[in-house]
């Protein structure tokens, strides 16, 4: 799911963080897809389980990275929020919210 602004500089995306510090490029059941690469002429992913998912951001496709969005239960560093899971119905709203305000900032 992404989210579209009149400018197509800006196209926001909630991303999927792990512990190490990387975001998501694609989820599936299993997990967090993180790289793809090919091998013997086969694409090969590179996932991650949920277990490794520490929180969600909002991003852009113009570089802006929103702040982060914690799972409860995962140490929060100062400016970060706490969300019990990503399918909240709040949860994408404040990303979006987020996203919203960086867009409307830099038309």
Do not use: F
């Not at 694409?43 to 998912?53: I, K, N, Q």
């Not at 140490?75 to 969300?83: V, Y």
């Amino acid at each position: 799911m992404s989210w579209m602004a009149e400018n197509p500089k800006h196209e926001g995306y909630p991303g999927h963080v792990a512990r190490d510090g990387r975001c998501a490029t694609a989820s599936m059941a299993g997990g967090m897809v993180m790289a793809s690469s090919q091998v013997g002429g086969e694409w090969v992913d590179e996932v991650l389980g949920w277990s490794e998912l520490i929180g969600w951001e909002a991003r852009c496709e113009c570089g802006w990275v929103g702040p982060m969005y914690r799972r409860v239960g995962d140490e929060q560093e100062p400016g970060e929020h706490a969300l019990v899971d990503a399918l909240q119905p709040d949860a994408e709203e404040a990303l979006r919210a987020a996203w919203e305000v960086h867009e409307a900032a830099h038309p």
